[in-house]
Structures are given as structure tokens and as C-alpha cells.
């Protein structure tokens, strides 16, 4: 194997390893205090982009327009878990009590989270372009068109817990009262409807620009297969959560459902751009 291949394959090694080490880090240390965190969360960084770099980044140099683009594409898809890496130390949502403690913490996640969907709009915008240019229309319309009507809910959701729940929670604490007053109930049955829509529609827009991706011939067919299953079960199963929800609840949470989880196919999905556009 030819050293820049070792190197080529070392990149992409470690930038697909940060999804499972971002779980690992989650269930085996929980949360941290930022001064033991944020070196992390620096080397993780300056991994990230040293491996972008070697797999594919670097062709952002190239004289090759082509190139640029999709080496932009890939940067909004994969950039934002450089930064969704910190919720590994940061362990879930806490309860009233330490949510106000940790408030500049908290606010931190979920900027993360809504610069992270802006990024992704940014790349899924371009990559929309630079295949429709390809001559693939059909599957690119209908994964930007899905996205555009998720994204707004996703920021309303997010804006929700962030901001809303910060509230409720400070008003909860001065009252000394053990539960949510009656009328949060079914404001946070509405919000968590609204959260089931958009990663039903998100997992559906990964699962229609994997099927661009291959139609245009930017992925093979078994890449491309495998994208959409993973994506569609997930639709699948999310959309018909209801159905189900009860018996999930007895678990704590539902993986699916987590904000940041829709993002992990997008980041492969960027990856395997990356190593398309240091070929």
C-alpha cells in the first residue's frame, strides 16, 4: 500500500470512528467539568481536520471547481460534529435544579445543535445544486424539499427546550414546586410532536439524497443501498413511534429521537465525499 493510501485510509479511520467514540465517551463517563473536557474536545478537533485534510479536504486547493464544491459539502456535513463532540462530557438534558446551575453550559448545547443545522442546510443546499448539474433532479428536489420543511421545526424545537424550558424551570425553582403547572402539559405534548415530524423528515432527506447520491453515480450501488435502508428504517420507525411509545418509555429515551442522531448519517454521507474529492 502506497504511504499516501496508509494515510488516506488513517483519516477516514478516524473520522468515522468519532461517531462511536462519541457514544462511548457518553455512556462511560458522563458529565465532566469543562476543564477536563475542552482539551478533549481540542485534540478531537484537531484530529478531525487533520484527517479531513489527508482524506480529501485538501483538494480544496485543486484548480478543479468541482472539487471546491465538494469539499465545501463535505465540511458542512461533517463540521458540525467537531463541535457536537462536547455533548459527550456534558451527559443528557439535566433536571430543573442543575439545568439553572449549568445554564451557560446548556445554552452552549443547543447553540451547537442550531449551528449545526444551519451547516447542514448550507452543504445539503450545494449538494443539491452540484447534482441537479449532474442531471439528477427527481431525488435531490425531494430530499431539499423534505429538509426545508424539517429544518424550521428542528429550530423551534430546539428554541424550545433551550430557551422556553429555561424558563419554566427558573419559575418552577422561586415557586418551590415539585411539578410542571397543568398548563405545561400539553405544551410539551405539542413540542414533542412537533420533534417526532422533523426526524422523521430528516431521516427521510438522508434517505432521498443517498438515492441522488447513487442515481448520479457520486456513490456506488451497495454504498448507496446501504444509506437508504438505514435511513428509511429509521423514518420508518420513528414515524410509527406513537404506536409504540409507551413500551419505549420504560427505557428512559429513544435514541432515534435525540436531536444530534439525525446528523450521523449526513456526516458518513460527508465522508464518503471527502474521499471522492481526494481521488
Known sequence: MQPKSLTRNLGQIYLSSVIPLVIALGLGLGRLSYEMYLPICLINAILMILSAWILGASSIRSKAPEKK?????ATCLIGPWVFIFLFSFLGPPPDAAEFVATITEQKVRYAILIMSGIMITLGLAVLREKLKASGEYFYSTIGYTVFMIAMPLYIIQIAFYSHFTFELFKIQLASSAEKYPEWFL???????????????????????????LKSAGWFRKSAGNIYIIISLAAFLLVSFYPLYANAVRSLGFFPLLIP????????????????????
Open 69 to 73: 464544491y465538494i469539499v465545501f459539502i
Open 186 to 212: 400539553p405544551v410539551h405534548a405539542q413540542f414533542s410532536l412537533i420533534g417526532l415530524v422533523e426526524v422523521a423528515l430528516m431521516y427521510l432527506t438522508t434517505a432521498a439524497f443517498a438515492a441522488s
Open 260 to 279: 444530534a442522531v439525525p446528523f450521523i448519517m449526513p456526516f458518513y454521507i460527508g465522508i464518503n465525499l471527502l474521499r471522492k474529492a481526494g481521488n
